[in-house]
Protein backbone atom coordinates (compact mmCIF):
# COMPACT_ATOMS: atom_id res chain seq x y z
CA UNK A 1 0.00 0.00 0.00
CA UNK A 2 1.51 3.44 -1.41
CA UNK A 3 0.22 6.62 0.64
CA UNK A 4 -0.59 9.99 -1.22
CA UNK A 5 -0.83 13.61 -0.29
CA UNK A 6 -4.32 14.60 -0.70
CA UNK A 7 -5.89 11.92 1.96
CA UNK A 8 -5.63 9.60 -1.11
CA UNK A 9 -4.92 6.05 -1.12
CA UNK A 10 -3.43 3.97 -4.03
CA UNK A 11 -3.70 -0.10 -3.31
CA UNK A 12 -1.82 -2.16 -5.67
CA UNK A 13 -4.93 -4.20 -7.59
CA UNK A 14 -4.50 -7.53 -5.91
CA UNK A 15 -4.48 -5.42 -2.13
CA UNK A 16 -8.32 -3.48 -3.86
CA UNK A 17 -9.15 -6.92 -5.14
CA UNK A 18 -8.60 -8.45 -1.42
CA UNK A 19 -9.56 -5.52 0.06
CA UNK A 20 -13.43 -6.05 -1.69
CA UNK A 21 -13.45 -9.64 -1.07
CA UNK A 22 -13.44 -9.06 2.52
CA UNK A 23 -15.84 -6.15 2.20
CA UNK A 24 -17.88 -8.75 0.30
CA UNK A 25 -17.60 -11.84 2.78
CA UNK A 26 -18.00 -9.61 6.03
CA UNK A 27 -21.04 -7.65 4.96
CA UNK A 28 -23.80 -10.46 5.62
CA UNK A 29 -22.57 -10.87 8.79
CA UNK A 30 -22.36 -7.65 9.88
CA UNK A 31 -26.41 -7.38 8.51
CA UNK A 32 -26.85 -10.43 10.91
CA UNK A 33 -25.71 -7.96 13.70
CA UNK A 34 -27.80 -5.44 12.62
CA UNK A 35 -25.48 -3.11 11.08
CA UNK A 36 -24.94 -2.04 7.78
CA UNK A 37 -21.36 -0.60 5.62
CA UNK A 38 -21.53 3.00 4.60
CA UNK A 39 -22.71 2.97 1.16
CA UNK A 40 -19.61 4.89 0.05
CA UNK A 41 -17.97 1.46 1.27
CA UNK A 42 -20.55 -0.58 -1.06
CA UNK A 43 -19.56 1.77 -3.87
CA UNK A 44 -15.83 1.43 -3.16
CA UNK A 45 -16.82 -2.54 -3.71
CA UNK A 46 -18.63 -1.97 -6.82
CA UNK A 47 -15.83 0.18 -8.43
CA UNK A 48 -12.98 -2.37 -7.49
CA UNK A 49 -15.51 -5.32 -8.76
CA UNK A 50 -16.42 -2.92 -12.11
CA UNK A 51 -12.61 -2.82 -12.46
CA UNK A 52 -11.94 -6.67 -12.81
CA UNK A 53 -14.74 -6.70 -15.53
CA UNK A 54 -17.55 -7.42 -13.61
CA UNK A 55 -20.19 -4.89 -13.63
CA UNK A 56 -22.01 -5.76 -10.55
CA UNK A 57 -23.67 -3.13 -8.66
CA UNK A 58 -23.10 -2.06 -4.91
CA UNK A 59 -25.86 -3.55 -2.74
CA UNK A 60 -28.71 -1.12 -1.87
CA UNK A 61 -28.13 0.54 1.73
CA UNK A 62 -30.28 -1.85 3.66
CA UNK A 63 -33.27 0.17 5.54
CA UNK A 64 -32.89 -1.86 9.24
CA UNK A 65 -34.18 -5.24 7.60
CA UNK A 66 -32.04 -7.37 10.06
CA UNK A 67 -33.73 -6.89 13.31
CA UNK A 68 -31.94 -7.84 16.24
CA UNK A 69 -32.80 -7.03 19.89
CA UNK A 70 -29.93 -5.26 21.76
CA UNK A 71 -30.31 -6.14 25.88
CA UNK A 72 -29.15 -3.90 28.56
CA UNK A 73 -27.40 -5.77 31.70
CA UNK A 74 -30.16 -5.40 34.08
CA UNK A 75 -32.21 -7.64 31.27
CA UNK A 76 -29.51 -10.13 30.44
CA UNK A 77 -29.06 -10.55 34.02
CA UNK A 78 -32.62 -11.29 34.36
CA UNK A 79 -32.85 -13.55 31.97
CA UNK A 80 -29.93 -15.40 33.58
CA UNK A 81 -31.37 -15.49 36.61
CA UNK A 82 -28.35 -13.28 38.01
CA UNK A 83 -26.98 -10.26 39.17
CA UNK A 84 -25.61 -7.70 36.43
CA UNK A 85 -22.36 -7.79 38.27
CA UNK A 86 -21.90 -11.32 37.09
CA UNK A 87 -23.30 -10.16 33.42
CA UNK A 88 -20.02 -7.43 34.03
CA UNK A 89 -17.94 -10.06 34.95
CA UNK A 90 -19.11 -12.46 31.88
CA UNK A 91 -17.80 -9.20 29.93
CA UNK A 92 -14.92 -8.29 31.31
CA UNK A 93 -13.58 -12.64 31.09
CA UNK A 94 -14.81 -12.36 27.26
CA UNK A 95 -17.13 -14.80 28.04
CA UNK A 96 -20.24 -12.83 26.51
CA UNK A 97 -19.50 -10.90 23.78
CA UNK A 98 -21.41 -7.00 23.99
CA UNK A 99 -20.47 -3.63 22.45
CA UNK A 100 -19.90 -0.68 24.79
CA UNK A 101 -20.97 2.66 24.33
CA UNK A 102 -20.09 4.95 26.61
CA UNK A 103 -19.76 3.01 30.05
CA UNK A 104 -22.78 1.27 28.70
CA UNK A 105 -22.70 -2.70 27.71
CA UNK A 106 -25.45 -3.53 25.31
CA UNK A 107 -26.02 -7.74 24.84
CA UNK A 108 -27.36 -9.35 21.36
CA UNK A 109 -29.99 -11.43 22.40
CA UNK A 110 -28.35 -14.34 20.53
CA UNK A 111 -25.55 -13.83 21.80
CA UNK A 112 -26.86 -14.16 25.18
CA UNK A 113 -29.03 -17.17 23.69
CA UNK A 114 -25.94 -18.80 22.48
CA UNK A 115 -23.79 -18.15 25.71
CA UNK A 116 -26.63 -20.24 27.79
CA UNK A 117 -27.17 -22.76 25.67
CA UNK A 118 -23.34 -23.77 26.02
CA UNK A 119 -23.42 -22.98 29.72
CA UNK A 120 -26.28 -25.84 29.89
CA UNK A 121 -24.23 -28.30 27.48
CA UNK A 122 -21.78 -27.89 30.23
Avoid at 12 to 22: F, I, K, M, S, T
Avoid at 76 to 87: L, P, S, V
Avoid at 100 to 117: A, E, N, P
Wanted: overall charge neutral; hydrophobic content about 40%.
Amino acid sequence: MKFVAHDSIILHVNEARALADVIVQATPLLQQRGLNLHPNILNLVAGINSVRGTSEQAPEPIEETVTSEWLSTSEAAEIMGCGTRNIIRLINKGNLPSRQVGSVHHILRDDLDTFLKYRKSK
